[in-house]
Nanobody, 125 residues
């Protein structure tokens, strides 16, 4: 299964943005999916995860209450709705999938078997 992330653009502080992660070459429904981000000069961090069913989600503390991860298995797509964006949210955002046997809370990058190419989100002050 290959992933393609899109939706990253330049926005203003306080704006909202929705990223999409579409899967090709297979079905997404048997995988949990996560969103990571990497800011310039920083390590990549796990910001949100969703179980294969969509019933369970995880958020990193700094995005809790601002970001929402969701999925539409019929469309083979996972989304990341980002509200109240801040300059510190500026980063390349990546989606990745892993077998459903892994906890959606686990941030271990090597548990993810397929990664999208990344989409750049820039939040200006």
């Amino acid at each position: 299964v290959q992933l393609q992330a899109c939706g990253g653009v330049l926005v203003q502080t306080g704006d909202s943005l929705k990223l999409s992660c579409a899967a090709y070459g297979g079905t997404l429904s048997t995988y949990s999916v996560g969103w990571f981000r990497q800011a310039p000069g920083m390590e990549r961090e796990y910001v949100a995860g969703i179980s294969y069913s969509g019933r369970s989600t995880y958020y990193e503390d700094s995005v809790e209450d601002r970001f929402t991860i969701s999925r539409d298995n019929a469309k083979n797509t996972v989304y990341l709705q980002m509200n109240s964006l801040k300059p510190e949210d500026t980063a390349i955002y990546y989606c990745a999938l892993r077998p459903a046997s892994y906890s959606y809370r686990l941030s271990y990058e090597r548990s993810f078997g397929s990664w999208g190419q990344g989409t750049l989100v820039t939040v200006s002050s």
